[in-house]
């Protein structure tokens, strides 16, 4: 599903640029868990950016279904994320003056879908929000806010859902009923599903971790699953 080669990033002045992923070389299945992990200022979430096409490498390729991202435009881009990608932040960005129903349907608005509310609506229920739907983010809290961006993420049933820290923000027990969520939803939908973590527990939960350090990329199968 996803192939990436020479895969790098820089960022600063020429003549003095500081590399943050250096030539990284790898492949994806629908339908893998992956774990990126690696210390604070190792290029996780830059990687995971460069994957949802919200920055451009400064050289290599990332394809997505045999489409080359570098060769879309702004808007073709905005478009192809809109119908192929999942994306939950870790600070959830959510619309403060839309209801979480609102805020659930807002991908399937922007496409125009006749049915968004109505599947909004679905999703909120596969999250155990159905009784939140019309409060607003600051009546939320933490988790069910985090839960909101999940449904938001995943209304539109994305090929590809990626996710930076998402647990980061929430205490354990939140933590885990948020990764318990992800990974339910993922296998009903067997969708490709990339975790920006710096929380180990959670990264044994997929099946490969991809182990950034210095710019390089470390690929290991998760022998703790397949045991």
Do not use: W
Not at 62 to 82: G, H, M, V
Not at 183 to 195: P, R
């Amino acid at each position: 599903m996803i192939h990436v080669s020479n895969l790098t990033m820089e960022y600063g002045q020429e003549g003095s640029p500081l590399r943050v992923l250096d030539n990284l070389n790898f492949s994806m299945e629908r339908g893998d868990t992956v774990a990126i992990v690696g210390p604070s200022g190792s290029g996780k979430t830059t990687l995971l950016q460069l994957l949802a096409a919200l920055e451009q490498p400064t050289q290599g390729h990332i394809k997505l279904d045999q489409q080359t991202l570098s060769e879309l435009s702004t808007d073709q881009l905005a478009d192809f994320r809109r119908d192929n990608m999942g994306i939950v932040f870790q600070s959830f960005h959510l619309i403060d003056s839309l209801t979480a129903l609102a805020n659930a349907a807002l991908p399937l608005d922007i496409a125009g879908k006749p049915d968004a509310t109505i599947r909004a609506q679905s999703m909120l229920e596969s999250v155990g929000l159905k009784d939140r739907a019309h409060h607003y983010p600051q009546q939320l809290s933490g988790g069910e806010q985090q839960r909101v961006a999940i449904a938001r993420a995943l209304v539109h049933e994305p090929r590809l859902i990626l996710a930076d820290e998402p647990t980061g923000n929430l205490d354990e027990k939140t933590g885990k009923r948020v990764a318990d969520l992800l990974f339910e939803l993922h296998a009903q939908s067997q969708s490709t599903l990339v975790l920006v973590t710096h929380d180990m527990r959670l990264a044994k939960r997929c099946k490969r971790l991809f182990c950034l350090e210095s710019g390089k990329l470390r690929v290991e199968d998760n022998h703790e699953l397949s045991a």
